[in-house]
């Protein structure tokens, strides 16, 4: 493998999507990962491990992912762009340390490779049941950012767009792949560094004798400083001022939350829309689900059905607006997913009754028969 001087493979390549993921880890200017092997997300790092060396970076094998999900935020404040990755039981073990990197305003990466649970579940086989996890996890009131890639290509693409939008918003980005898309080989495009966009670290310009950590900008989002760089400063997961210090009282706490929620507020949403208008019905999917309703969305037009496409990537924050739109301009939208039933009922809420909302659910260890989701599309439209 040839890379170039700052560690981007480019060119046409034929990868799976744990590969694709770190592939755009390196790109975005990752250069610190830590983790524990588990199913199906190894891969990711056993790659990261192997090229890493070439490019200049540490990969740590922890003893376990609570270890994991706390190192790569101290290699943050040191300086480093850093992720973990995990699945399932591990997801669950690093729940706290989301809640701390939320709090502290610690911009990084965490990728979960979903699998069928609960517990040990089933270690080789896709789900999607992690989505609410992903968002509601760890305790008390806070914000996250998640992603859905639907292929090896994305995996990569969307990987460098989490670590954008972690430093944008200094907060934590999950990447949401399943098993399928984890283990799918396809074609994967890296263009030239010169041609990613990497946003850049925001760091302070005050001088050290003005500096207050969290102390944010017009958009909410306060500038950081590293170790060594000659500020001092202090990192709780308390409730704190912008300071930095603990400040245990009910104002400081209702300040700080709100800011951390509403700093997300302009978070984009990605999403692929397409035969919405005068459509009966809409499919909202996301990950590999929505390349099985892809099938089953043309199945229906076989049958003269007029039914649209909403993919999910952006699943946190949750696309409300969209999903209200589109609510009122169908008779139903169907949301097939690999669990009994989350996301879908994000869709419902969102719809505030406008239309009716058809889950399709499955338990996982495969994905769903395309004739699954074109039964509900037929429902549907009945």
């Known amino acids: 493998m040839q890379a170039d001087p700052k560690g981007v493979l480019t060119g046409v390549h034929f990868l799976d999507g744990d590969h694709a993921c770190c592939e755009g880890a390196l790109a975005a200017g990752a250069r610190f990962a830590s983790g524990y092997p588990i199913t199906p997300s190894t891969e990711v790092v056993e790659r990261f491990a192997a090229r890493i060396p070439t490019v200049g970076g540490v990969f740590i ?94 995996c990569f693409d969307l990987t460098i767009e989490a670590f954008n939008q972690a430093e944008r918003f200094r907060v934590p980005v999950m990447v949401m792949m399943d098993e399928v898309v984890g283990h799918m080989t396809e074609k994967v495009v890296i263009p030239p560094a010169e041609r990613i966009e990497i946003y850049p670290r925001r760091l302070t310009t005050a001088p050290p004798e003005d500096f207050k950590p969290f102390q944010p900008d017009d ?58 208008d005068g459509a009966e019905a809409v499919v909202v999917s996301y990950g590999i689900t929505s390349r099985v309703a892809q099938r089953s969305i043309e199945l229906a037009r076989e049958k003269g059905i007029r039914v649209g496409k909403f993919r999910m990537i952006t699943a946190w924050p949750f696309p409300d607006a969209e999903i209200a739109a589109l609510a009122g301009q169908v008779k139903a939208l169907v949301v097939p997913e690999l669990n009994l039933g989350q996301m879908s009922r994000e869709v419902e809420r969102a719809a505030r009754g406008q239309t009716k909302v058809i889950g399709v659910p499955h338990a996982g260890g495969s994905v769903h028969r395309p004739e699954q989701i074109l039964k509900a599309i037929e429902e549907a439209v009945r």
Request: hydrophobic letters at 40%.
């Open 61 to 154: 094998q922890m003893e376990d992912e609570l270890a994991a999900s706390i190192t790569l935020q101290g290699a943050v404040w040191a300086g480093a762009k850093a992720f973990t990755v995990t699945s399932g039981p591990g997801f669950s073990l690093m729940m706290e340390h989301i809640g701390y990197a939320a709090m502290t305003e610690t911009p990084c990466v965490f990728v979960n490779v979903q699998r069928g649970g609960p517990s040990t579940g089933l270690p080789t086989l896709p789900a999607q049941a992690d989505m609410m996890q992903a968002r509601w996890g760890s305790h008390g009131d806070y914000g996250i950012i998640a992603l859905c890639p639907n292929s090896p290509q994305e």
């Open 219 to 276: 958009d909410l989002v306060p500038p950081m400083v590293h170790a060594g760089m000659g500020y001092n400063f202090h990192v709780t997961g308390l409730t704190h001022d912008e300071r930095g210090y603990p400040s245990m009282t009910p104002e400081t706490q209702d300040r700080l939350l709100r800011r951390l929620q509403k700093k997300l507020e302009t978070v984009p949403m990605l999403y692929e829309a397409e035969g919405i």
